[in-house]
Each structure stands twice: as structure tokens, then as C-alpha cells.
């Protein structure tokens, strides 16, 4: 099996750890055969073409849910960091690719498992000279000088807690008994960002941190991963937190249980832009008498028709946080009308759909000069 093969395969391995990212198969000119790429959507606006791919889809670990667990039977490949990081080099100077995400399975424990990972990146960086994207996963039981060291090599740094605490953990993953443990990686991250020079960092910018959460297969509530995820926001300063559903895999403890729906992975990510970008607590959040979000309406929407559906927001009034918390505006829209309105007030509801605003969305909670906008159709739509 040549590089190319080994990193078919494993890239379509790779697809069981979603980050949320919309994934086609692309046809690479230099192999035959075909390499699944990943569309990454950056803060900027900028696309990604990622390669997302393993080290090596072994793993000593034995999680439930996982496609990899020690106990499952499957084609095992593993690819020496020399070797993925020239193949990936070639895919990147043919126009294939321009970044990658680089995991693996877990072999003889997480630090030696961690010193390979760093070696694929180390590579890339000293010794080719790759100055573009690198997301470089942290596996449980790194050290800290590891962890500084995958900062001073990536743009974006990942440590998976997959569950939402202990106890769910242990539901899942037996292998992985201490959620702290888990969380110690991110503490640190965020210590080193806090605490060193980010001349340091690749590009003199320390990266950006991010975790996933296993959706469903645990039996957790929104609110236990909502409340996890708020403190990652807002105490350990995390960028982002993923919610990946969980699908059953056959040969695995769980594959009897039912898959979880994305509806549901699609209201946790909403929720979880509420807590991160528009000012949002937990206590905000529409949760029911079991701790889980209302699956026909989208969260934002759903605190709306209770709050501001017989209290209208004056539109020329509201300060930003009253602003984010109208569906159909998001942090730059509301920015916008506030540097709008400095100059003249907002007369009609076409200014407002002037800016991209939504009419159908906005009108049912807004004043405009104490006046409510028609309505011309009827809100009962499900995403705002």
C-alpha cells in the first residue's frame, strides 16, 4: 500500500470524528483514487480546503461508541509523520488541498502518541516551510511542554472531552475515568494564552482551542452540555465547542442504541452561539423541566415569543445586548444598526431588510419609532 492509499483510507476513517464541517469527496490529480476533503468555513469568512486524516485509526483505548475501540474488528492503518507530511505537501502544492486536521488513535499512550502528532506538524513548519493551516488535536495524557508545543506549531488546538462530566463519561468511555484529567489540557491552553508572549505562537498568534461532545450517547441533557460548554466559553476562553451526533457502529457496545437526531445537534450548536456571541446565560436558555431545548423551534426564536412577543424592542433604543436578542440579528447586523442610527433614525422596516435583515423574523418583536412593522406573513417558521 503506497502513501496515497494509506491516506484514502485513513481520511475516510477520519469522517467518524466530525467537526461540523460540510465534507464532498474531491478527486485528487496525483492519486487515483479518491481523498475526502472537508470545507472548513473560517471566522473570516475564508473557506478551507482541509485534509482530514489519522496518524493511525489504532487505538488502544476501548471507548463505546467509538469506531476505533481496541475491541473492534477492522483494517487498522498507521502512517509515520514523515510520510503523511510529505504526501500531504504533495496534495498541497497540486492545488488539492491548503490545510489539515490532524488526529489519531491512541498507541502506547497518549504522550508518545502526542510526540508523533507534533513531529507531522514540526515537520511541515522547519523543514518545508508550510505556513498555512494547521489543526492539530491534543491526546488525553499529554504533557504540558507538549501542549506548548503543539501551540507554538498550529492555528487551532483540540482536546475532545466527549462528554459533558464524570459520570457521563464513565456511561461511554471506562478507559477514560477522570473527566478533570480530560479538561486539564484546555486549562492549560488557556493558562499559556493568558500568561505567555503569543510571539511565541505560530505566526506570533497563540491558536484558537476547540473541543466536540458526543451527542446522545451517554443519555445526557442539553443542559448538562450547554453547562459545560458555558464554562469552556466563558472561563477557559474556548472558540468553539462541537457537537457531533452519535451514530451506532456495529461491533461496538452501543450499536443497538437509536442515533441521535440532528435536529437536536443543530439546537445544541444554536444554543451554544447564544452563551458564545449574544449575550446569553444558561438560565436564558428555553430549557424544559428535563434540561433539554425544545426541538421545533430554535432556542433564540423560542425566548423571543416569550420575552419580547408582547414586549417589542424599540429598535432606535435597544443597546446592543436588547439588539442580539431579537431573531433575524446576529453581532455584526446589530454593530450596523448602531452605527446606523447614530447618523439618522430607522424610519421603516425596509432600512432594516436594506442592512439583510430578515423581515419576516424581525417584525414580530421590534418597534420602530414606538410603531410595529406589518407583518406580512405569518412567523410560524421554525429557524430564526
Known amino acids: 500500500m503506497d502513501s496515497y492509499d494509506k491516506l484514502n483510507l485513513l481520511s475516510q476513517q477520519m469522517e467518524v470524528e466530525i467537526d461540523s464541517t460540510d465534507e464532498v469527496s474531491c478527486l485528487s490529480p496525483i492519486a487515483e483514487d479518491r481523498i475526502n476533503i472537508s470545507h472548513a468555513l473560517m471566522p473570516n469568512g475564508k473557506k478551507l480546503r482541509l485534509l482530514k486524516t489519522l496518524l493511525s485509526s489504532a487505538c488502544e483505548n476501548n471507548c463505546y461508541y467509538c469506531a476505533f475501540r481496541a475491541g473492534r474488528d477492522f483494517h487498522r492503518i498507521t502512517i509515520k509523520p514523515e510520510e503523511l507530511a510529505h504526501t500531504f505537501l504533495s496534495l498541497y502544492n497540486a ?3 491548503n490545510g489539515i486536521f490532524i488526529s489519531s488513535g491512541i498507541i502506547k499512550g497518549g504522550v508518545f502518541t502526542q510526540d508523533h502528532l507534533i513531529d507531522v506538524a514540526d515537520i511541515l513548519r522547519t523543514k518545508m516551510n508550510f505556513r498555512g493551516y494547521i489543526h492539530l488535536k491534543i491526546m488525553p495524557g499529554s504533557e504540558y511542554d507538549q501542549v506548548f508545543r503543539s501551540m507554538q506549531l498550529a492555528n487551532r488546538v483540540s482536546i475532545n472531552l466527549e462528554a459533558p462530566n464524570n459520570q457521563r463519561l464513565a456511561m461511554i468511555a471506562p ?3 477522570n473527566f478533570e484529567s480530560l479538561l486539564l489540557p484546555i486549562r492549560w491552553v488557556d493558562q499559556i494564552r493568558q500568561s505567555q508572549d503569543p510571539y511565541q505562537g505560530w505566526n506570533h498568534c497563540w491558536p484558537s482551542s476547540s473541543t466536540q461532545f458526543v451527542v446522545g450517547a451517554a443519555d445526557e441533557t442539553d443542559l448538562e452540555l450547554l453547562s459545560t460548554t458555558e464554562f469552556l466559553y466563558h472561563q477557559l476562553h474556548l472558540k468553539r465547542s462541537y457537537f457531533s451526533k452519535f451514530k451506532p457502529i456495529p461491533d461496538t457496545p452501543l450499536s443497538d442504541k437509536i442515533g441521535e437526531s440532528a435536529t437536536r445537534e443543530l439546537r445544541l450548536y444554536q444554543a451554544s452561539y447564544l452563551l458564545r456571541d449574544y449575550g446569553f446565560s444558561l438560565e436564558d436558555l428555553p430549557l424544559d423541566n428535563n434540561g433539554n431545548l425544545p426541538l421545533q423551534t430554535d432556542p433564540k426564536f423560542s425566548w423571543a415569543m416569550y420575552h419580547l412577543n408582547t414586549k417589542p424592542v424599540e429598535i ?14 446576529g453581532p455584526k447586523t446589530a454593530q450596523l444598526i448602531i452605527s446606523k442610527r447614530r447618523i439618522h433614525k430607522f424610519l421603516d422596516i425596509e432600512q432594516l431588510v436594506g442592512l439583510g435583515v430578515n423581515r419576516q423574523k424581525i417584525a414580530p418583536f421590534i418597534l420602530i419609532n414606538g410603531k410595529k412593522p406589518p407583518v406580512q406573513q405569518s412567523f410560524t417558521f421554525f429557524d430564526s
Open 95 to 97: 492545488g488539492v488541498v
Open 175 to 177: 478507559c477514560k475515568t
Open 316 to 329: 432606535n433604543q435597544a443597546d446592543i445586548k436588547e439588539l442580539l436578542q431579537i431573531p433575524g440579528i
